[in-house]
């Protein structure tokens, strides 16, 4: 009995030492349970305490991305406010100098000029240059008409401009800078080269070619001429503006004998062809040659590229005056298509009141900072001088640069032509004269202006009733020796 007494005892001494060993253990676990609980709400305090300042730092951030855009609006509003001030006052003083202008350029005498059919060394042809034609001054050129049995005569012939024959390529480009500018505003612009054959007016308009190739290259850089150089100007001042804004198209065609030929037709195997079209007026007044082919573009390589190919087909034919001489004139078009607001779509509240009077004609060529399926979003706020309303009305305009390389102006009894090039003489003498003709009526305000009495004219009515620069090329002093 007394053994089963001390087994119980002894069980139960086993039992309190367990108990007591698992009351330390949950004490400790408790206590454990108590720290790890302290940390964890240490942690959720400093995260509350974290979120709290990163939502006080987006709050801040959030007022400053809405000041900054609000700022945005009012720059994009200012820029565009400025943007139409620029325009107006650009094309302002592009109107100042001359909505048409002449400009005169003396071509040096070259080594196979000749004087009463003699050749003459180089520094006899310098003389013999200075003796006879020279500029005076940047508007004036001075002839020398002495011819043997007649009195000497001095004349002198005013223009806007006149180039020396020693001033360069570049020196001409500049001058006509300046109507590129006007092109991306919305005038139409029409730049050619006028003068009698051999005067270097495909030199100035194209650049200088050889007698089997007329490749035209962006690489030969110092004597590139204006078609070369405006091109590249177009699409360098397109590349500033907004993506897909501007899209070019070119058509190259001849004027030859009053007829127009389109030089990048093709037939059906696709070869290129001339083939004859028709000028024709629209119901907006407006000319049109239907059917003419249009290639798209997207940079001067390609341009140069398709006037290559219309170069390849132009008439020549040789005279006693020029071996390569052209028979027709050239006209090069490039038409930009601009994706623009309408002024039908504003609302302008002009304050300015020395804003220009060609205003109506400007295109309001505007693109905000947000566009989306074709539609502008524009800013809710306008100001002074001028307010638009706005718009999601968009609209396609249309504008010309008309490159003209003409065909020259000849002398029958210097040229010696016969035949088939007597007839082609006169066609261009004609032309030329209903351009005369034209020129005159614009200048003078004429209420009847006889775009319709040449083919040329009337392809290049658009343009020249804008803005319209003629160079004369000069080589003058052939005639008096």
Not at 444 to 452: D, V
Request: proline share 4%; net charge negative.
């Amino acid at each position: 009995m007394s053994s089963v007494i001390i087994q119980v005892y002894g069980a139960i001494q086993r039992l309190k030492q367990d108990l007591k060993n698992l009351h330390s253990f949950a004490l400790e676990l408790s206590r454990d349970f108590q720290h790890q609980c302290k940390n964890s709400l240490y942690q959720v305090l400093t995260a509350v305490q974290r979120i709290q300042l990163q939502n006080e730092a987006m709050h801040t951030f959030q007022t400053k991305a809405f000041d900054l855009e609000q700022s945005l609006q009012e720059v994009n509003e200012r820029y565009q406010q400025e943007k139409q001030k620029r325009k107006i006052l650009h094309n302002s003083l592009v109107e100042l100098r001359g909505n048409i202008r002449v400009h005169c350029r003396i071509r040096p005498l070259l080594p196979f000029d000749t004087a009463s059919g003699h050749s003459v060394s180089q520094d006899r042809h310098r003389k013999l240059s200075e003796e006879v034609a020279h500029a005076t001054d940047d508007e004036t050129v001075l002839v020398k008409c002495n011819r043997p049995g007649h009195t000497l005569i001095n004349k002198t012939f005013q223009f806007d401009r006149v180039y020396s024959a020693a001033e360069s390529q570049d020196t001409v480009f500049a001058d006509v800078l300046p109507l590129l500018t006007s092109l991306l505003d919305g005038y139409n612009v029409c730049i050619m080269a006028y003068g009698q054959t051999g005067s270097g007016k495909t030199y100035t308009m194209l650049g200088p070619q050889s007698e089997d190739d007329v490749t035209l290259s962006i690489e030969d850089e110092p004597e590139l001429g204006i078609i070369p150089r405006a091109t590249e100007e177009v699409f360098r001042i397109i590349s500033e503006k907004p993506p897909g804004s501007h899209w070019v198209e070119v058509s190259v065609v001849e004027v030859y004998n009053n007829e127009i030929f389109d030089l990048l037709a093709k037939d059906s195997c696709g070869r290129v062809f001339g083939v004859k079209r028709d000028v024709v007026t629209t119901k907006e007044g407006k000319s049109d040659v239907p059917l003419l082919t249009y290639e798209t573009v997207e940079n001067a390589v390609e341009f140069l590229q398709l006037v290559d190919k219309g170069l390849q087909l132009r008439a020549q034919h040789p005279t006693l005056v020029h071996a390569h001489s052209s028979r027709s004139h050239l006209v090069v078009t490039l038409t930009i298509t601009t994706k623009a607001v309408s002024a039908d779509s504003f609302a302008p509240l002009w304050t300015d009141e020395q804003s220009s009077p060609r205003l109506s004609k400007e295109l309001f060529c505007t693109f905000p900072q947000q566009m989306k399926d074709d539609k502008l979003i524009f800013p809710s706020r306008a100001s002074s001088p001028a307010q638009f309303e706005s718009t999601e009305k968009l609209k396609h305009i249309k504008t010309k640069l008309q490159l003209v390389d003409l065909a020259g102006s000849e002398c029958v009894g210097m040229s010696g032509v016969t035949g088939v090039a007597l007839r082609e003489t006169s066609f261009i003498n004609r032309s030329l004269s209903a351009l005369s003709d034209v020129l005159g009526a614009i200048a003078e305000q004429r209420s009847h202006i006889p775009y319709r009495n040449s083919k040329l004219t009337h392809l290049l009515q658009d343009s020249i009733g804008d803005y319209f620069f003629c160079l004369l090329c000069n080589n003058i002093e052939l005639h008096f020796f």
